[in-house]
């Protein structure tokens, strides 16, 4: 089942290239969002079908690791084109460290360049090309390796792992997050107010979006994410929280990433809370119909007295950033982002996300896609950082 790729296979990701991603059913997820595994070494296994003695021989050279694949310096993704993999039970996750991927369609396959972009389905005569890639926290490839008949591809793949750095010094360097760090957004009355507004009136669990059936809906998950939210309705207020965006925080987005910010989207006071394990898992903000407007996000942060509850990117490194009271975060929506558990009091902050006119007319676009019968949303002239 080895063979060399021809023209008719898709070039294969070579060192400094990013790993193609891609959403495929795999043994413990229906919809895995393979860009969520970042910020960890990941070895990835193309290795057809575990009825094969090379890949079984691969796949337990990498099950005898268990000090590097522990889901914090390394994971491994072993992909699968064969689907009696699953009905014989042939292989299974092994959680932390081990998953795989049901490729049966050979859509992952197709985009790696393991198989032909036009293959043969009948079983047992796939033109197959099966080879492993090393990828860094960013998910760019660190080694290509082709799979050899005599198995010193386990080797050399073994090499390339005991030879890896820590996961925060993989370039060489501790990296610094590309975002925004900006004091003094918020004057420290107007965060009393907001979270006397929450206090108030409470909020209400709020969950995340996901593309189902090309549809973007919200599902609540509260494994991956814990918090309450309050939606501001006052329209002075805000005015008066647009007011401060456009004063303090358009301005440096403009400066660092030459966008003109001129939308804001959701006013929302949200509190993740200890005695609820408030936390969210990693995630991008603009991966379903109805956020691919997204530009920014920006976290607020209206107290300090809480621990946990930092915002941390982990494709960057494992550093957490906690900003002061008033003080923002503001990080493209792009970005593989988490918040972890607050392990006492409660964190109140202020989420919005900002977009510009030309992504309003995406989001108008893209508004029949959202919920049962879609949003509505029109994208209405702006002038500065405003509502809608």
């Not at 690791?65 to 994971?75: E, K, L, S, T």
């Not at 929280?241 to 301005?251: E, G, H, K, T, Y």
Request: include cysteine.
């Amino acid at each position: 089942m080895n063979s060399t790729p021809t023209d008719n296979f898709r070039p294969r990701p070579a060192p400094g290239d990013p790993a193609p991603i891609f959403t495929q059913r795999s043994a413990g997820n229906p919809r895995y969002a393979f860009d969520t595994a970042g910020g960890r070494y990941i070895v990835m296994c193309f290795f057809g079908s575990a009825g094969h003695p090379q890949s079984q021989a691969a796949i337990q050279a990498m099950f005898d690791r268990p000090d590097i694949f522990n889901d914090d310096h390394a994971c491994f993704f072993g992909i699968s084109i064969d689907a009696r993999d699953e009905e014989e039970n042939r292989v299974a996750n092994r959680i932390p460290g081990y998953r795989f991927i049901w490729d049966f369609d050979l859509g992952v396959s197709r985009l790696y360049g393991v198989v032909p972009n036009d293959p043969n389905p009948q079983p047992g005569s796939i033109q197959l090309s099966r080879y492993w890639l090393v990828l860094d926290p960013t998910m760019r490839v660190i080694a290509n390796i082709p799979f050899q008949n005599d198995g010193r591809d386990i080797q050399q793949v073994t090499a390339v792992l005991d030879g890896l750095p820590p996961v925060d010094r993989f370039a060489g360097i501790e990296l610094q997050a590309p975002i925004l760090y900006l004091p003094r957004v918020f004057e420290p009355e107007l965060c009393q107010q907001l979270i006397g507004l929450y206090e108030a009136s409470g909020g209400e669990e709020s969950g995340f979006m996901r593309e189902v059936d090309g549809r973007t809906v919200a599902v609540t998950d509260a494994s991956f994410k814990r918090r309450k939210d309050f939606n501001l309705e006052d329209s002075a207020l805000k005015g008066t929280l647009q007011d401060r965006f456009i004063r303090r925080v358009v301005p440096e987005i403009l400066k660092v990433h030459q966008f003109r910010v001129t939308r804001m989207e959701r006013y929302i006071v949200s509190c993740y809370a200890a005695e609820d394990g408030g936390h969210f898992s990693a995630h991008r903000d603009n991966t379903t119909k109805g956020t691919a407007h997204r530009r920014f996000a920006v976290s607020v942060n209206l107290n300090d007295d809480f621990d946990g509850g930092e915002v941390s990117f982990p494709e960057y490194g494992s550093r957490g950033y906690k900003a002061p009271p008033g003080g923002a975060v503001v990080f493209s929506c792009s970005l593989l982002h988490k918040v972890s558990r607050v392990t006492r009091g409660r964190r109140f902050a202020f989420l919005p996300f900002l977009y510009d006119d030309a992504a309003a007319r995406i989001r108008e676009q893209n508004a029949g896609f959202v919920g049962d019968t879609g949003s509505g949303y029109r994208a209405t002239v702006s002038v500065g950082a405003t509502a809608g």
